[in-house]
């Protein structure tokens, strides 16, 4: 599949849709569980997820987050005045955790620090990756889901090397979804293993 390259969008292979028939009831998402804490070499990024604009989207974001599959995953297409991708464990832009999403366009307008889902051409491709843009991207409105903003740390996100693909590419160190205890702190905030010294973020799980 040919890659627009105007465009944040990658290909990869759709995955099969399940269908459940038992309904289950889901207990509600606390405001600590729609922030996410994305560590990158350059400091700390916080997004706030917009669960109001793409449920599905979110609900997705979240268990992969929880799961660790975005830990050491690199920023592998990043366009100066654009934005940064990421979230193809295979560094290709190719990748993905195999569970496409159907689209939730909305109204919604890329502009600095807004958090979109990257996709192939058909808009229902949607998976694990996401970027971030630099700047005002309105020519993306309607067109790719919006499911989040940055609210704090926008300027390591600047800081990420540029390059499709960089030559040394940055790479996320680990994206978890905030604790209650971590919403409380205004410092930074440590991964859930974290042990003083020592950090390694390799011993999460990814998720297939």
Request: hydrophobic share 35%; charged share 25%.
């Amino acid at each position: 599949m040919a890659v627009v390259t105007i465009h944040p969008v990658f290909a990869e292979t759709p995955a099969p849709v399940q269908n459940n028939t038992v309904a289950k009831k889901e207990r509600p998402v606390s405001e600590n569980e729609n922030t996410l804490v994305m560590n990158l070499e350059y400091g700390q990024v916080i997004i706030n997820l917009r669960p109001d604009l793409a449920p599905k989207h979110v609900e997705r974001i979240r268990k992969l987050a929880s799961s660790g599959f975005y830990d050491g995953v690199v920023f592998h297409r990043v366009i100066d005045g654009f934005m940064a991708q990421t979230g193809d464990p295979t560094g290709t832009g190719r990748g993905g955790s195999g569970q496409n999403i159907p689209a939730e366009f909305s109204k919604e307008p890329f502009l600095r620090g807004t958090v979109g889902m990257a996709r192939a051409q058909h808009p229902d491709s949607a998976d694990s990756q996401f970027f971030i843009v630099f700047d005002d991207s309105r020519f993306l409105d309607g067109q790719y889901t919006v499911v989040g903003h940055v609210v704090r740390g926008m300027e390591y996100v600047d800081k990420i090397k540029r390059g499709e693909p960089p030559l040394h590419p940055d790479k996320i160190l680990w994206l978890q979804v905030m604790s209650s205890e971590a919403a409380e702190a205004e410092t930074d905030i440590a991964p859930p293993d974290f042990i003083e010294g020592q950090m390694n973020p390799s011993n999460h799980r990814k998720t297939k």
